[in-house]
């Protein structure tokens, strides 16, 4: 089985971000990778740094984006779709906008996908995958396995990044964290004490 994982990043989020200081490399992909069983062939495409072969044939496409890149995301996902190539999607705008996500993919993760997305693939296998998979409540993370560092592409001047918590005890209303990780507070976190390192 071939599956294609994606980091999404527009042209235009690319060029506002230029200009930022932080821009290490994103771990959800590689993460993916991770609880992804060692009989499919994975392959990362980090928009940041490289561009998407739509040449490439792969029996699942699985796609991570924020918000400001949503057009962009669905319109990869079109590309895949209309060679017949099942596409997945999560995220944080996926997880806020499930409805909208739905009309783009074949089938999208809502919340947290430690324990949907092994779930998925094993349907997947099957031939019987649902279209909608919902993490209800917040994952074990006893054992939890490190993102595969051969798939980081980014050039990152920091020592490593580390998972310390998700969720937020605060409700500001600008921010998506805490309707995005709704029974996941910091509480949570500061007991389970959750940590992936890597340097
Ligand atoms: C680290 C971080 C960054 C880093 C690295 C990029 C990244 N996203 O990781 C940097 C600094 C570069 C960054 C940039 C930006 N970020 Co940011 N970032 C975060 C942060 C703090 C952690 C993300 C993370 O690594 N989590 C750990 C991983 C493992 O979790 P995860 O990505 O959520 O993935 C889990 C699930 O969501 C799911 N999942 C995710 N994708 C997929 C895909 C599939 C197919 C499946 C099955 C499952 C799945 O499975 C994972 C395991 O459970 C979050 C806040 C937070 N605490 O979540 C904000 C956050 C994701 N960022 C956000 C935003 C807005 C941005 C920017 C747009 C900011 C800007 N204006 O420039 C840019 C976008 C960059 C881009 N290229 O698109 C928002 C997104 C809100 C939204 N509506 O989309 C968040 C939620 C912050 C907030 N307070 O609102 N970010």
């Known amino acids: 089985m071939k599956l294609l994982l994606i ?8 060029a506002i971000r230029k200009a930022r200081v932080i821009g290490f490399q994103q771990c959800t992909m590689p993460y993916l990778a991770a609880l992804t069983p060692s009989n499919w062939d994975i392959e990362h495409v980090d928009e ?9 044939a792969y029996d699942v496409v ?19 779709r209309e060679k017949g190539i099942v596409v997945a999607m999560g995220g944080p705008h996926v997880t806020l906008m499930p409805q909208e996500a739905a009309k783009y ?4 993760f809502v919340g947290e996908s ?17 279209s ?16 595969r560092k051969d798939l ?4 990152d001047y920091s020592n490593g990044i580390m998972f310390a ?14 309707i995005m990780y709704k029974k996941n507070t910091f509480l949570w976190h500061f007991c389970t004490s959750w940590c992936s390192v890597w340097f």
């Open 62 to 80: 699985a796609i991570t984006f924020h918000t400001p890149c949503a057009n962009h995301a669905y319109n990869i996902a079109a590309r895949f």
């Open 48 to 56: 940041e740094v490289e561009k998407v072969d739509f040449h490439k």
């Open 105 to 108: 993919a074949d089938v999208i």
């Open 7 to 14: 980091t999404v990043s527009s042209e235009e989020i690319k």
């Open 165 to 178: 918590t998700r969720g937020c005890p605060n409700k500001c209303e600008f921010c998506a964290i805490s």
């Open 152 to 155: 980081f592409h980014r050039k």
């Open 132 to 147: 909608k998979y919902v993490c209800t409540s917040p994952p074990e993370l006893e054992g939890i396995h490190m993102s």
């Open 114 to 130: 430690e324990v949907t997305w092994p779930q998925f693939i094993y349907d997947f296998e099957k031939k019987q995958y649902k």
